[in-house]
């Protein structure tokens, strides 16, 4: 790709996800300048995570090769990785941005052969797996990474591991002297599409995610069933590593209440009745699924999907919200306790294993983003007084897959606007 | 450069990741200028590195050499190193297709070489046979974006449109603009704060409309025809009188919208029964006429104060016996909150109940939810299983969940929560002899081979089918834009109308540079067919799943390739071949299956030709290879950009050549279908069910050809389902037709 050289008329698009990917190519199709910044080493997000999507059950990288493919044959797009915005300053079609680029430790000759992690012994906790496993510290984050570049962690700088991963690479793509970088660019508009991430579920007390091992959050739940997770797609118990048949979902686990999250995460209902199918996938007939919930919000066409569920004689659903979980500290197992509201009835329910559906708050949200911007009382980016900043997907929202790109694609065309006049200023002057 | 027209290729062979150490690079060489006839062979102990680009820029720019083939990585990876525009290039797969899914060690050594010796043929055969997309961009091309539909959505659009400079033309059936949300007093707010009903912003929406320079309104008109395709639509606008105007466009937005579903048709919740049972809508508009009087909201029985008002959620829909929606519309929920806070508001007094059995205020509307909590509404969960009016009183009969006992309720009105029934036109998935007996009437009057309107999802709605991407449509150009795609409320509306008027934009920029749109965006190849060749079998018009061929006056196909989106299902479909593009054709893959160096039968080294999709089972075996998931020696892939493509020659072609076994693997197919070109892998299975009967015709087994779904995360089990597959062919054993090759 050659680098396209920034001005007014380029878009900033900051978040490397489904959102942003989206913003970014939509944008380079009709033919813009667009700089890509992603924070992690790789682009794909919260997306390329996930085990399948609901309602079809389909594989979310399936999409993620589309889009990479779309951007591998496309000039106007920019990448860069392992890059945070720092601030963002000056007008609508005039703005500076100011970004800190991490060290990869690895530069752009890296082949991705393997060499320098099978060199390495440090390991260090999975952030793709969220913490459950460990990889080595010299590393491709995942077999869809893209730029399909290694990474070294900077923990190993320094160490005689780094020196072995130095010296296993063939082609001298190691760099341990590697520094951060501070650069500046000029761009036109700004797409914020940073994402979401799952609320902290340590904070929701009752629930006792932080005491009980068999308490996992719907993420890490998802990596869980997913054949290339840290547990190989095997359903199981953290507190003794054995099959979790009885398994509880709890909605709402932070969202919809005023002491954590407001909103409604939108997305948690589905994903609840898509991971009851995995349950159903790993165990058929014995596997059992309860789900706990206020309401069941499954919006528009997803309707069908909430019948066939409910069809499901492995899936049981209890209107309610769990008051408390307790432990039997011998065997891992849990004990919701909480009322039936339909009908009012008392319950002491055993489970092996309890999915958290947190919720969904914005990765950065409004108040820590270094540019002027307007947001809700959630942190979710509702625009910029100047008129030139964009939040885009689950930045602007708690949004599901869909709908994130249906809104990412109009924060293309609003970018395309800004930049446009800005251009036909420029042409007036 | 040399003379033009003179092809001068040359072969590029990497030693690096582990090639050079493996595999005899010497005679891979040898093989490209022996047998694959390359002007030019060079190794590189790093082809991906800024010496080996530059060598082979250099050939390109000093030696003259036009078709260049690189045997390194896979064509997934170094894609910014080797990315030579004005060369056709090939790329052996030798890294992930060969050194990585191979075991290492002396046993395996001589297959593994044979393995890369026979990429690096089918590498050198493909690239003569490939030449560089001219692309061919639309003539006379058109930039204006045709909005259908003057509501929300469709004012948006043509805004948005105008906006980012370009002229839009908005072709309302009615005679005002403003459409559903015009008929309504207030709209559920969509910014802080969620407290309560905002202005619904169309009177100023409208007048922006009206007023801006690019846009052209024409009222009481409908489409009496459009044809054409991106970049050069001709539609025929046809108002009241009968009087046509022809416009052209480049792109055009369905936004149709919905008419409310018929209260008649729910008589037992008192739906057309009694004047005091009204529709979300109905009630806007006893609220519109009050509101302009100056009085509060008329019982309209008698025209008495109404003191109280009952809410019934999903009246009509989310209805599982078939007789009413089975679909949620989204916005209801939010919508009986903001009628609600419209008495609440005027009169605390008055008793306003939502009865609900799921309450749906995703997002923000939670804190809307509140707001109406806090005002007073109640929230009930329930459902109701009767009304009963008589008079100027309402009785709702309902089963209460919580207190979980059947009840009832009085009201002065109740207001029946039914959905959007989407304005989507003709179904043409339905043939002519079975469409209802009341014709629905077609918005866009396609003249397209393959029927009148967009193709439906589900439901009547016009949606994508595809999750990652919500504006895939099957009809190039042709964008659906707010609940005619998907019921929506009309924040997301407005998002909707603006993506599309993204994507209409979009493919205006396409067509005039002849670029295919999603998912092969950017590609310049498009069919190339010398109709001298045609028997008019239409097979190629009827399976192309985007209706870009359309038939001419004297029935032969007529390509039109702005909507083409080049996945070469017409090429598959072909039996005379005539179909191909530039730099894919029946000789690209049929030349590959012809070059590989076919073992006798006494050898015991089958060959099993793979056709892979490229956009999920191709990448799954290069993941498999980056795990180092071994799979047989004996197979040879080839990258296909859909099993649509596939044509049955291949099949037929690598049999009689004695290739022992023939794979194909696609995504899936049936109602949740995987493929990205919607059909291709459905029409494989179906061409291959025929290629039974030739098989057989030639003393072949018919295992001997077999077609796989393969998802993109089978890492694991793509290479399985190789091996089995070998090892069922090995039980077979050799083919016959081996020695007559």
Known sequence: ?429 | MSAVGEMKTAAYICRGCGIGERLNTKQMAMVAQKEGKMKVVREHDFLCDASGVQMIRDDIANEAVTHVMIAACSRRAKTEAFNFQDVPMARANIREGVIWSQPEGAAAQEVTQDMADDYVRMGCAEVKKMKLPAGAPVASQNRRVLVVGGGMSGLTAALESAEAGFEAVIVEKQGALGGWAAQLWKRAPFRSPYTDPVDTGVAELVAKVTNHPRIEVHLNATLAQTSGAPGAFTVQVATESGATTALEVGAIIQATGFTTYDIAKLPELGGGQHPNVVDQAGLEALVIAAARQGVPVKRPSDGGEVRSVVFLQCAGQRDDSGKHLPYCSGHCCNTSIKQAMYFKDANPAIDTVVLYTDLRTPGMGEDFYRSGQTKGVTFTKGLASGVAAAGNSCTVQFRDFILDEDTSIEADLVVLATGQVPNSGVNIDIPEDQQPAVKPISILNLTYRQGKDLPQLKDGLTDSHFICFPYETRRTGIYAAGPVRRPMDIAQATEDATGAALKAIQAVENAALGRAAHPRSGDLSYPIVPLEGCTQCKRCTVECPFGAIDEDEKRFPLFNESRCRRCGTCMGACPVRVISFENYSPDTVGSQIKAIDMPDEFSEKPRILVLACENDAYPALDMAGMQRNVYSAFVRVIPVRCLGSVNTVWITDALNGGWDGVMMLGCKHGDDYQCHFVKGSELAGYRMSKVDDTLKQMGLETERVASYEVAITDIARAPQLINEYVAKIQEIGMSPMKGFA
């Open chain 1, 1 to 429: 790709m050659t680098a396209p050289i920034p001005t007014s008329q380029t878009i900033l698009v900051v978040g490397g996800g489904i959102s942003g990917l989206t913003v970014a190519l939509e944008a380079a199709e009709c033919g813009k300048q667009v700089i890509l910044v992603e924070k992690l080493p790789t682009l794909g997000g919260r997306t390329a995570l996930l085990y399948r999507y609901f309602p079809k059950l389909c594989h979310p990288v399936c999409g993620l090769e589309i889009n990479l493919r779309r951007l591998k044959g496309n000039r106007n797009v920019r990448v860069l990785t392992m890059a945070e915005v720092v601030s963002i300053t000056g007008t609508r079609g005039d703005y500076t941005a100011t970004l800190r680029i991490s060290p990869r430790h690895v530069t752009a000759q890296c082949t991705a052969c393997g060499d320098c992690a099978k060199a390495v012994s440090a390991e260090i906790p999975n952030p793709y797996n969220y913490g459950l496993n460990q990889m080595k510290a010299a590393y491709l984050p995942h077999a869809m990474a893209y730029p399909q570049r290694y990474v070294v962690d900077p923990s190993i700088v320094g160490t005689p591991d780094g020196e072995k991963a130095r010296a296993a690479c063939k082609v001298g793509a190691i760099d341990l002297d590697m520094k951060e970088e501070i650069i500046e660019l000029k761009v036109g508009a700004v797409a914020w599409a940073t994402g979401w991430q799952p609320y902290d579920a340590a904070k929701i007390q009752p629930y006792g995610y932080d005491r009980f091992a068999n308490v996992v959050t719907s993420v890490e739940f998802e990596r869980m069933c997913d054949p290339h997770g840290p547990t190989g797609g095997k359903i199981l118990r953290p507190f003794d590593g054995e099959p979790a048949t009885n398994i509880a979902f709890i909605q709402c686990a932070g969202s919809r209440d005023e002491n954590h999250l407001r909103h409604c995460s939108r997305i948690c209902c589905m994903a609840s009745l898509k991971q009851t199918q995995y349950v159903r996938e790993a165990y058929g007939e014995g596997g059992k699924s309860t789900i706990y919930y206020i309401d069941i919000r499954a919006i528009d066409r997803f309707e069908d999907f909430y019948r066939k569920v409910l069809q499901d004689p492995t899936v049981r659903f209890v209107k309610s919200k769990v008051a408390r979980i307790a432990q039997d500290d011998k065997t891992g197992g849990l004990i919701l306790h909480g009322v039936d509201t339909e009908g009012y009835h008392r319950y002491e329910a055993p489970h092996d294993l309890v999915v958290l559906a947190v919720g969904m708050e914005p990765s950065v949200k409004g108040a820590d983003i270094p540019a002027e911007v307007i947001a809700d009382s959630s942190g979710f980016l509702e625009g910029s007084s100047g008129g030139g900043i964009f939040g885009a997907g689950c930045a602007s929202g708690a949004l599901d897959v869909n709908r994130s790109v249906q809104q990412a694609t109009a924060t293309a065309l609003r970018a395309i606007q800004v930049v446009n006049k800005a251009a036909a200023a420029e042409v007036a002057r």
